[in-house]
């Protein structure tokens, strides 16, 4: 069984810092790419920020500047720093990760975490 288990989230005002952490574990063969999705009420999930095994980032438009994304490959954690929040950034937040496991290394699959919310507000 693979888990990735998020956390860190909670309520901020505008303007308030968070960061949340994922880990991943199981019987993990290697993991590609990571990242956060988040989907607010009424709205369909949507890519906030992704990084490669190697380092490379990608953001959505409405977080670039705001949000930095990192990853710790020897403990399988992804975090994402989220500075400037703004009541718009308001969702639950899901960890991705890109993962083979030990049992079938050649294939790749996507687990999602439980998700933890974030909610900004004055």
């Known amino acids: 069984q693979v888990q990735l288990v998020e956390s860190g989230g909670g309520l901020v005002q505008p303007g308030g810092s968070l960061r949340l952490s994922c880990a991943a574990s199981g019987r993990i063969f290697s993991i590609n790419g990571m990242g956060w999705y988040r989907q607010a009420p009424g709205k369909q999930r949507e890519l906030v920020a992704v990084i490669t095994s190697g380092g490379s980032t990608n953001y959505a438009d409405s977080v670039k500047g705001r949000f930095t994304i990192s990853r710790d490959n020897a403990k399988n954690t992804v975090y994402l720093q989220m500075n400037s929040l703004k009541p718009e950034d308001t969702a639950v937040y899901y960890c991705?990760?890109?993962?083979?496991?030990?049992?079938?290394?050649?294939?790749?699959?996507?687990?999602w975490g439980q998700g933890t919310q974030v909610t900004v507000s004055s």
């Open positions: 991705n990760g890109r993962i083979r496991r030990l049992a079938s290394p050649l294939y790749e699959s996507d687990y």
